[in-house]
Nanobody, 124 residues
Framework: QLQLVESGGGLVQPGESLRLSCVAS????????IGWFRQAPGKEREGVSC????????KYADSVKGRFTISRDDAENTVYLQMTGLKPEDTAVYYC?????????????????WGQGTQVTVSS
C-alpha cells in the first residue's frame, strides 16, 4: 500500500519561495504518476501540477504556470513542488496524491492515495 507524506509548507511573504516534498513508502514510486493539489478554506480541492511515471511529462494549472515546477527523484522516492513568486491566493493546504490506475492529469477524483497535507500561507 502506497503511503505519502508531504512536508515543506510554512508561512512566507508574497514573492518568496517554498519547496514542498512528497515522500513515498510502501511501494515503488516509479509505478505511479504523482499530482500536487491544494485546498483553500471553503473551496474544493484543485489540481496544481502532475508528473508522469517516467518524469518526462508535466502539467500545470494556469494559475501556477511559470511559477511552480514539479520534479521527481525516484531514487529518493520523492516528488518535489518548487514554488516561486508566491501570492496570497496560493494559500492553502497542499496535498500530493497518486492514482492506482494509469491516469495522468489534474482531476482529484481519479486519485486513490493521498498524504495528510502541508499548510502553505502567503501573507505580509
Amino acid at each position: 500500500q502506497l503511503q505519502l507524506v508531504e512536508s515543506g509548507g510554512g508561512l512566507v511573504q508574497p514573492g518568496e519561495s517554498l519547496r514542498l516534498s512528497c515522500v513515498a513508502s510502501g511501494s515503488n514510486l516509479r509505478s505511479y504518476s504523482i499530482g500536487w493539489f491544494r485546498q483553500a478554506p471553503g473551496k474544493e480541492r484543485e489540481g496544481v501540477s502532475c508528473i508522469s511515471m517516467s518524469g518526462s511529462f508535466t502539467k500545470y494549472a494556469d494559475s501556477v504556470k511559470g511559477r511552480f515546477t514539479i520534479s521527481r527523484d525516484d531514487a529518493e522516492n520523492t516528488v518535489y513542488l518548487q514554488m516561486t513568486g508566491l501570492k496570497p491566493e496560493d494559500t492553502a493546504v497542499y496535498y500530493c496524491g497518486a492514482p492506482e490506475s494509469l491516469y495522468y492529469g489534474l482531476g482529484p477524483d481519479e486519485y486513490d492515495y493521498w498524504g495528510q497535507g502541508t499548510q502553505v500561507t502567503v501573507s505580509s
